[in-house]
């Protein structure tokens, strides 16, 4: 039976995955229940599948002292001890990343491949073109997206699902934490 794939991303109410400004990390609204409730998902064995603009993201990010709200949090440290492939043309190795593996290749065919061979489930967190192409392939099982109470209408940097294929989505899951953040899992099926 393949491994379960879920594309875990965080959202803004208008779709973005992140926002310029003075918003910081979480759009400042994480709690201590949300906290808590990340680290229970990442406590579980699994891999972690990451593009490389999502590595240099999470290896620039993870070895900044710069006080980044969230950068520290326990379930990111959690996240950065999980074993992890890498897909990517442009890295070379060896990667500042505990138990990672870099694998040079399409997406698509790394992902299958993967999703066929590995005892644990899948999990990418980010890599949002990578992510759309395996959706498109009909390679994600779920879909868990986090979503925050802000509009970032004017600040908003990258939209989630701007140039992704139609899909009907169908809720598996919801939830609300620190009462007003909603994760809610839907398994994505092509429209």
Known sequence: ???????????????????????????????????????????????????????????RLLAS??????VHDAWVTRLRNLPATVVSTTLEGP?????????SGDAVEVVAR????????????GSL??????????????????IFPVITGRTGLDPLFRGAADFDLELIESRTLDGRVQELVYRPVPH
């Open 1 to 59: 039976m393949p491994a379960l794939y879920t594309f875990d991303v965080f959202s803004s109410l208008d779709g973005y995955g992140a926002a310029g400004g003075d918003w910081g990390g979480y759009w400042g609204k994480q709690g201590p229940e949300l906290l808590h409730h990340r680290l229970a998902q990442y406590s579980v064995e699994q891999r972690m599948v990451m593009g490389a603009n999502t590595y240099r993201a999470f290896t």
């Open 65 to 70: 002292d710069g006080g980044e709200p969230g």
């Open 95 to 103: 990667l500042d990343w505990r138990d990672a593996t870099l694998v």
């Open 114 to 125: 993967l999703k066929e061979e590995s005892g644990v489930p899948l999990r990418s967190h």
């Open 129 to 146: 073109s990578m992510n759309r192409a395996l959706m498109a392939a009909g390679l994600v099982d779920r879909l868990q997206v986090t």
